[in-house]
């Protein structure tokens, strides 16, 4: 007798190429328009902290997303969540490039933190479609994808900014969002073979997930993994100013590094994904950002060293998360697997609520660093939280690690 919750899928599973975009263009406005920041105040005739909340507000409202979408996903299915959330975010693009006052521009640019929600959908339908060890390595080449997305979008968003004008920027987010939407529409198949309706009530099935030891060992490894990450931006920047000269094409071709470092990571996780158990691969990517990070203290401590020696230390950040993303991913989806769109929006939202509240604690120490060696003590901390929840991850998951 068939299956009476598989009600969803009669199509072919979503096109891998289809998950890859999406996984990149949930973070492509992250970073596209920061080289236009200067020239939106100007076009507002506003200060530059107010136009500095697309940043932090588009940060809240992409958690938000991230925990939302994924619990509908489960509720309604991965493509309609795709299909509103991309319709959301090219509407809002377009409404970023009209907006006539700086609140109109702010209201569009958090509204399109919509986008996030497709890299939810984009991993869990990878999830659903792959089985154990494939899925980490599926998971890992999609987040080539994921981190290159905001490294070329900083390149974009210079360019027509010179060429062009801030407007320019959100006009081609627009018509990304326009072009993807068509894409999602054909290709964009339904992954999920299970429905849980209308009915599905949302408060039971988020104790079910919040009550695992398993959930919260691997979304607490992200979390300091990415506080890890976001010490390092804040405090990089004023650790380097004496010993750069205060060249920012050089700070910015140092700290692509760590993005760098993240692609790699991200090919070695889909490169062995299938070869190590998850739990391996999870404490060897903390181990390495630890022990790297170790190191460049140890020689920082003992010789006034060149930048590179900082860089070279943290692109292990990148390392490390590249690794730590796709097992984490892998492992929170896992254990629900009918809830598994809320478990890894919980852990985004999770991750990114992280990194903000350890670049807020280290904020009054990074204050006052204008050494290598206090910013890479101060990359230590979250970076031994993130190895420490790692090896209880490894616990316990023990008797399930590979699936």
Sequence with gaps: MPDPTDTRRST???HRSVLVILAAISVLPVTVHLPALPEIAAAYGTSFALVNLS?????????TAEAVAGALSDRYGRRPVVLVSVTVFTLASLGCALAPTIGIFLACRMSQAAIAACFSVAMVAIRETSDGGDA????GFAGMGWAL???LGTI???TLDDLFGWRSIFFALAVIGGLVLLVSMRYMKESSTRSNGPGHDFLPALRRILASPRFWTYSLCMACS????YVFLGGAPLAMDRHLDGSGVALGLYMAMVPGGFVLGSYLAGTLGTRMLRTRLLVLARTLTCSALLAGLVIAVTWDVHPLVLFASCAF???GNGLTTPVVNTAVMSEHEDLAGTALGLTAAISIGGG???????GPALGDIDSTSGLLLLLLAPATLALVAAILAAVVDRPIARE
């Excluded at 940043?55 to 958690?63: D, K, M, P, R, S």
């Excluded at 990415?226 to 990450?229: A, K, R, V, Y």
């Excluded at 903000?356 to 280290?362: F, I, R, V, W, Y």
């Design 136 to 139: 980490v390595r599926r998971i």
């Design 356 to 362: 903000a509240l350890a670049s807020s604690l280290a």
């Design 149 to 151: 997305a905001p490294m």
């Design 12 to 14: 072919p599973p979503p």
């Design 317 to 319: 950040v990148g390392v």
């Design 55 to 63: 940043i932090a507000g588009y940060a809240v409202a992409t958690v």
């Design 156 to 158: 974009l968003g210079g």
């Design 226 to 229: 990415m506080g890890t990450l």
